[in-house]
């Protein structure tokens, strides 16, 4: 009837496009958000069952330090509470109302504005009824966040295709996450970390995507806009199922702790630490340097480890990985408590609990 035909009035379909995105976009980051603590939580409790077991820290793919399993797993929960940071930050760009703004100038109705950001639920409003209609940054935010948290996953996903390989074998796969070869019956594929590392293709050419539509617009509203749906809901779609995938498989992880123990033995993984050991003896780092060198070089040519020579100035047997660790005094990362880092992981997660 008449009263119908006035709901028309004061709005435009430029404004409810971006509201509706933005209302849809917050509903989907309270979901991202809780996968988010999901995985987290499984990260650190992972952690907490492998905290003090050594194994070979690595720099440009070759053994460098030994470091612990927790630490090196809660390095991962590093990564995504940077994550978690971005996302609350993509949740903040969506929370200011563009309702009002028509199709670029206003409208002429004594509308209030307010009643209506606290209907929808928004925190502010937008100013400039311009850039109300034409604003997708909120969606370049997001696909940002979808950039940074893929490449984590990916880089997280490469380290474990490596360990599962015939020449490290410091995980066993499991065969809800693998599969086996068409032709080769001793093959066993590390699928699942596979098909999430790829995932950074798929994002990355969404992002492309949305800043390619929106390069060239003129102020305000264009029909181009309509686009970006299309790479904003599959970015959503597939951050939130690799979200999923991952948190399902890292309760099944198994790790091969006697393979990551003896790998921290080789290649001289513990020089640093003879070095170290003759400076808290008085001697400066570069001769100390220079007389370790000389020893791996010793080794090197009678083919030989570190733990065969039995030297008075260097404690060669009983410098290995685990005294070394719990020596280590600028991180953590082996003592007979829960990690420090943890307590304060809990402690922020309760926060976005309490926040979403």
Known sequence: GELGKKIYIAKSRNDQITTITKLMLLEEIKKINILLIFVRKSIISLAEKEYNFPLPGFTHLQIAQPITLGHYLLSWNEMFKRDHINLLNCKKNCLYAPIGAAALAGHNYKINR??????????????NSIDSVSDRDYIIFFSNFCNILITHLS????????????????????????????????????DLFELIRSKTGRIFGNSINILTILKSQALSYNKDNQEDKESLFDNIYTIKNTLNCFRKCLPILKFNKKNMYFSSLENYSTATDMADYLVKKGLNFRNSHLIVGNCI????????????????????????????????????????????????????????????
């Open 297 to 356: 070089k010793y080794c090197e040519k009678k083919k030989i480890n570190f733990f065969s020579l039995k030297l008075v100035i260097l404690p060669f047997t009983t410098v290995t990985p685990v005294t070394i660790l719990r020596r280590v005094q600028s991180f953590r990362l082996c003592t007979n408590e829960v990690p420090l880092s943890e307590q304060s992981c809990w402690e922020f997660v309760r926060c976005l609990l309490c926040s979403s």
């Open 155 to 190: 880089r997280i996903c490469e380290d474990l295709i490596i360990w599962s390989s015939n020449k490290f074998e410091f995980l066993k796969l499991s065969d809800l996450i693998s599969s086996g070869s068409s032709i080769m019956p001793q093959k066993k594929n590390p």
């Open 114 to 127: 307010n009643i209506i950001k606290k209907i929808l639920n928004f925190k502010n409003l937008t100013e």
